[in-house]
């Protein structure tokens, strides 16, 4: 089974709105971390945001806010105000246990494209 | 602080060849790991260094190495290059943030094997 998995197809939506990517993981493991990076078009990850599933508060940073359903498996990304800076690829990723041997897991992406 | 830095931005290669990637992490950050990212594969996980050992591996062949020095800075090679190792690669250096190690990435080394 995928350990991420993002299914949206191509996302659009108008500047100045705001947008869900969908993120839903599988894992037995109850230490873990939920991350979310972005990906323009000139190939640098960015690092938006994360969640630990012990964190008790869904994470939020500046326009970014991860809407955690630990009972659902899911971690989506909420971007307020879209902005046409936006329009990138967005990864989710997880990293199973707290320890030194944990890897990292990226889903497939989801197309973000900002309309002006 | 400067971000993590990886060179060259852009290599061409021939089949066969072998290629030297080179990546210094943030000032502080004693883990390393390298990425494949293709369009069919996504991105895919080769090794971490940390401390100057392997940590982890993912699964690729032996043609795929690395090390780390003990400054940090870490190098990816990768010899007999085929047309399929044609990909970003991408270099991440971590931080522990809540006692979660927290990748941040490098802009990458796009690598062409012709």
């Known amino acids: 089974a995928q350990k991420i998995t993002q299914t949206q197809p191509g996302m659009f939506v108008q500047e100045k709105e705001a947008v869900t990517l969908d993120c839903t993981y599988d894992?037995?493991?109850?230490?873990?971390?939920l991350f979310w990076y972005k990906q323009p078009s000139s190939g640098e990850m960015i690092f938006l945001i994360y969640?630990?599933?012990?964190?008790?508060q869904n994470a939020t940073e500046g326009r970014y806010s991860l809407n955690f359903q630990k009972a659902r498996k899911s971690a989506n990304l909420v971007i307020s105000a879209s902005q046409l800076g936006d329009s990138a690829m967005y990864f989710c990723?997880?990293?199973?246990?707290?320890?030194?041997?944990?890897?990292?897991?990226f889903g497939k992406g989801i197309t973000l494209s900002v309309r002006p | 602080k400067a971000g993590v830095t990886q060179t060259p931005r852009y290599l061409i290669k021939t089949r066969g060849q072998q290629v030297t990637l080179s990546c210094s992490p943030i000032s502080g950050h004693r883990s390393v790991s390298w990425y494949q990212q293709t369009p069919g594969q996504g991105l895919q996980f080769l090794f971490e260094y940390f401390s100057e050992t392997q940590r982890n591996k993912g699964n690729f062949p032996g043609r795929f190495s690395g090390r780390q020095f003990s400054n940090s800075r870490s190098e990816m090679n990768v010899s007999t290059l085929e047309l399929g190792d044609s990909a970003l690669y991408l270099c991440a250096s971590s931080l522990s943030l809540r006692g979660l190690e927290t990748q941040y990435f490098g802009p990458g080394t796009r690598l062409l094997v012709l």
């Open positions: 990723a997880m990293r199973e246990g707290f320890g030194a041997n944990s890897k990292l897991t």
């Open positions: 969640q630990g599933s012990y964190d008790q």
């Open positions: 894992t037995s493991d109850p230490s873990y971390g």
